[in-house]
């Protein structure tokens, strides 16, 4: 008939004039509202209309301009496609990139943080929380997966992949499988233990997995950052002299999960309970180092194994406070065990 024609040519006009005013506005259109890249994240609930979603974008600081939103998504004929889910968004985004963004519906990524000291065990529990990977999964991937990579060709047979989970901040992609997440992990760390630091290791008589698995006891040692050379020099005093190094992080690491405190490395521990943990990993009782690292050391360990502090220390003593008495005798040694000892 003829109003319907009358209606659909005025539909047409309309969306070539708005076709026309948004080719008139292309340059904001492709332009970020700010050069700021930190990620926002920004969640659209089902059901949410185009409208609100500007008006929300834009007291963000994600787009400079609600009606433009709106009128881009209304003449692309996508308003009513916009996905409900998490999005991670960015002010340096161009309008164009966050409409296209918002239709698919690409879920967040997640960001998790490990913590330096941790060992493999109390990672994959805080994957399996936040609903990355199951624990056990993970876990029989560090010990039994095959990756590529050459810093682990001379860790011994049997070991997993204990010490070389680098502790960092991550951004993990939705549906990232547990290699996948494991191989970020590696990656970073073949990028933090650089060619020059393989060469200082390597002149201080050391492989990659020896000095990892320094650095791990380091790491659970150490509380202040100025003791870590330190802490790093009595072990390898101990080690050149043929002592047990009598750390008492291997003896927790191999006594394991605690099922009453819900703990992994079990604290207070008596002297009478670590001498009785019969595990290769326990250097009260097995000469050397642990077959490998107890968890997953941090830069700062590491370098100072590669670089630890010149001394005559071969015994050290936990203070209270965070800090550590540090001797060359085991008469001093006894002494400071009398002054801080509970």
Same mark, same amino acid.
């Given at each position: 008939?003829?109003?319907?024609?009358?209606?659909?040519?005025m539909?047409?006009?309309?969306?070539?004039?708005?076709?026309?005013?948004?080719?008139f506005?292309?340059?904001?259109?492709e332009?970020?509202?700010?050069?700021?890249?930190?990620?926002?994240?920004?969640?659209?609930?089902?059901?949410?209309? #185009?409208?609100?979603?500007?008006?929300?974008?834009?007291?963000?600081? =994600?787009?400079?301009?609600a009606l433009?939103?709106?009128?881009?998504v209304? *003449?692309?004929?996508?308003?009513?496609q916009?996905?409900?889910?998490?999005?991670?968004?960015?002010?340096?985004m161009?309008?164009?990139?966050?409409?296209? +963004?918002?239709?698919?519906?690409?879920?967040?990524?997640?960001?998790?943080?490990?913590?330096?000291?941790?060992?493999?065990?109390?990672? #994959?529990?805080?994957?399996?929380?936040?609903?990355?990977?199951?624990?056990?999964?993970?876990? /029989?991937?560090v010990?039994? %997966?095959?990756?590529?990579?050459?810093?682990?060709?001379?860790?011994?047979?049997?070991?997993?992949?204990?010490?070389?989970?680098?502790?960092d901040t991550?951004?993990?992609?939705?549906?990232?499988?547990? !290699?996948?997440?494991i191989?970020?992990?590696?990656?970073?760390?073949?990028?933090?233990?650089?060619?020059?630091?393989?060469?200082?290791a390597?002149? %201080?008589?050391?492989?990659?997995?020896?000095v990892?698995?320094?650095?791990?006891?380091?790491?659970?040692? !150490? /509380?202040?950052?100025?003791?870590?050379p330190?802490?790093?020099?009595?072990?390898?005093?101990? =080690?050149?002299?043929?002592?047990?190094?009598?750390?008492?992080?291997?003896?927790? *690491?191999? +006594?394991?999960?605690?099922?009453g405190?819900?703990?992994?490395?079990?604290?207070?521990?008596s002297?009478?309970?670590?001498?009785?943990?019969?595990?290769?990993?326990?250097? *009260?009782? *097995?000469?050397?180092?642990?077959?490998?690292?107890?968890?997953?050391?941090?830069? #700062?360990?590491?370098?100072?194994?590669?670089?630890?502090?010149?001394?005559?220390?071969m015994?050290?003593?936990?203070?209270?406070?965070?800090?550590?008495?540090?001797?060359?005798?085991?008469?001093?040694?006894?002494?400071?065990? /009398?002054?801080?000892?509970?």
């Open positions: 008939s003829e109003s319907n024609t009358i209606s659909v040519e539909s047409s006009l309309r969306r070539s004039l708005l076709g026309f005013y948004l080719g506005r292309q340059g904001e259109i332009r970020p509202a700010s050069e700021d890249s930190t990620p926002l994240l920004f969640t659209i609930t089902p059901g949410e209309t #185009a409208a609100t979603i500007a008006t929300r974008l834009e007291r963000a600081g =994600l787009i400079g301009d433009l939103f709106r009128l881009l209304r *003449y692309r004929g996508v308003d009513g916009l996905e409900a889910g998490d999005y991670q968004l960015r002010p340096n161009s309008l164009e990139e966050i409409v296209d +963004l918002l239709q698919h519906g690409r879920p967040s990524e997640a960001t998790i943080t490990i913590p330096e000291g941790w060992r493999a065990e109390e990672i #994959a529990e805080m994957l399996e929380e936040r609903e990355l990977v199951e624990a056990e999964e993970f876990l /029989r991937a010990r039994e %997966g095959e990756f590529e990579y050459d810093f682990l060709s001379d860790r011994p047979e049997g070991i997993s992949l204990e010490g070389y989970l680098f502790p991550y951004s993990i992609p939705p549906d990232c499988q547990t !290699a996948q997440i191989d970020m992990m590696l990656a970073n760390f073949g990028r933090r233990f650089t060619p020059e630091m393989r060469q200082e390597a002149r %201080g008589g050391m492989s990659i997995h020896e990892l698995t320094i650095a791990s006891l380091v790491e659970r040692e !150490a /509380r202040i950052p100025e003791e870590r330190i802490i790093a020099s009595v072990y390898l005093n101990r =080690l050149e002299a043929g002592w047990l190094l009598e750390s008492d992080a291997t003896a927790q *690491y191999a +006594l394991g999960y605690q099922e405190t819900g703990q992994w490395w079990k604290s207070p521990i002297l009478g309970e670590m001498t009785q943990i019969d595990s290769p990993y326990n250097t *009260y009782l *097995y000469p050397g180092l642990p077959p490998g690292p107890i968890c997953n050391p941090g830069l #700062a360990s590491i370098q100072a194994v590669i670089n630890p502090a010149e001394t005559d220390y015994f050290l003593y936990h203070k209270g406070d965070g800090s550590h008495a540090f001797t060359k005798t085991y008469e001093e040694h006894l002494e400071n065990q /009398r002054r801080y000892g509970e």
